[in-house]
C-alpha cells in the first residue's frame, strides 16, 4: 500500500470512531422491564409503572455521567446531580425522576416497604414515577448515579409520612406528563407505556 493511500485510510478510521464509540454507548435494542407499585397508604406509588433500562449504556465512570446529563439534556430532563441514594423509603410528589448508574452497583428496595428489592449496576437507568418509593439498602463503596427531572422541575423530598399522603396525591396529579423518555426520546419509552398506563 501507498503511504498517501495508508495515511488517507488511517485517518478515516480515526476519524469515526468517536462516531463508533458514541454509537456503541447506547443499547438501541433496550427495552425497559415495567414494575407497578400500589398505594399503601403511606407511600403513594403510581399508575405508572417504575421503568427499569438494563445494561442501556456501556460508558462508566466521568465519561459515563458526562453522556447521561448530555443525553438526559437533549430529552428535556435536567436539573441534574451526581450522588447516590438515600438509604431511606422516600418518594416526590412533584416531579418524576430519572436515575442512571455510571459505577458500582446497588441493592435498591423500590415501591415502598411492600414493594420490590432489586440489584441495579452500571449502566442501568431507572425511569421513578412520581410518588414512587424509593430506598437504597447496601451499595459498594464507587456507587453513583445521574438524576435528573422532566423540564428541569425542582423536587421535593417525602418521607415515610402518613400525614402528607393526602397532600401528596393531590401534588401527583397536578406532574406534568414528560414530552420525551430520559433514554430514548419522544418516539418510545415511557411516551408509549406510561400512555397506556
Given at each position: 500500500?501507498?503511504?498517501?493511500?495508508?495515511?488517507?485510510?488511517?485517518?478515516?478510521?480515526?476519524?469515526?470512531?468517536?462516531?463508533?464509540?458514541?454509537?456503541?454507548?447506547?443499547?438501541?435494542?433496550?427495552?425497559?422491564?415495567?414494575?407497578?407499585?400500589?398505594?399503601?397508604?403511606?407511600?403513594?406509588?403510581?399508575?405508572?409503572?417504575?421503568?427499569?433500562?438494563?445494561?442501556?449504556?456501556?460508558?462508566?465512570?466521568?465519561?459515563?455521567?458526562?453522556?447521561?446529563?448530555?443525553?438526559?439534556?437533549?430529552?428535556?430532563?435536567?436539573?441534574?446531580?451526581?450522588?447516590?441514594?438515600?438509604?431511606?423509603?422516600?418518594?416526590?410528589?412533584?416531579?418524576?425522576e430519572v436515575l442512571g448508574c455510571f459505577q458500582?452497583?446497588?441493592?435498591?428496595?423500590?415501591?415502598?416497604?411492600?414493594?420490590?428489592?432489586?440489584?441495579i449496576e452500571a449502566g442501568d437507568i431507572l425511569?421513578?414515577?412520581?410518588?414512587?418509593?424509593?430506598?437504597?439498602?447496601?451499595?459498594?463503596?464507587?456507587?453513583?448515579?445521574?438524576?435528573?427531572?422532566?423540564?428541569?422541575?425542582?423536587?421535593?423530598?417525602?418521607?415515610?409520612?402518613?400525614?402528607?399522603?393526602?397532600?401528596?396525591?393531590?401534588?401527583?396529579?397536578?406532574?406534568?406528563?414528560?414530552?420525551?423518555?430520559?433514554?430514548?426520546?419522544?418516539?418510545?419509552?415511557?411516551?408509549?407505556?406510561?400512555?397506556?398506563?
Open positions: 500500500m501507498k503511504r498517501s493511500t495508508f495515511v488517507k485510510t488511517s485517518a478515516l478510521a480515526f476519524l469515526s470512531v468517536p462516531f463508533i464509540k458514541l454509537n456503541a454507548m447506547l443499547n438501541l435494542g433496550t427495552t425497559p422491564s415495567e414494575f407497578y407499585f400500589k398505594d399503601d397508604g403511606i407511600i403513594p406509588n403510581s399508575p405508572y409503572p417504575l421503568l427499569v433500562y438494563k445494561n442501556a449504556f456501556s460508558e462508566r465512570g466521568n465519561n459515563g455521567a458526562d453522556w447521561l446529563e448530555k443525553k438526559f439534556k437533549a430529552n428535556n430532563w435536567y436539573n441534574s446531580w451526581r450522588w447516590g441514594i438515600y438509604p431511606f423509603h422516600h418518594y416526590h410528589s412533584n416531579t418524576h458500582g452497583y446497588a441493592e435498591v428496595h423500590m415501591g415502598g416497604p411492600n414493594g420490590k428489592i432489586m440489584k425511569v421513578i414515577p412520581a410518588g414512587v418509593g424509593h430506598k437504597c439498602i447496601s451499595h459498594s463503596n464507587d456507587f453513583t448515579v445521574v438524576g435528573a427531572y422532566p423540564n428541569g422541575m425542582d423536587w421535593d423530598l417525602i418521607k415515610e409520612e402518613k400525614s402528607k399522603h393526602e397532600q401528596s396525591l393531590q401534588n401527583i396529579k397536578n406532574v406534568p406528563f414528560p414530552n420525551a423518555d430520559p433514554l430514548i426520546g419522544k418516539d418510545n419509552g415511557l411516551i408509549k407505556i406510561w400512555k397506556n398506563s
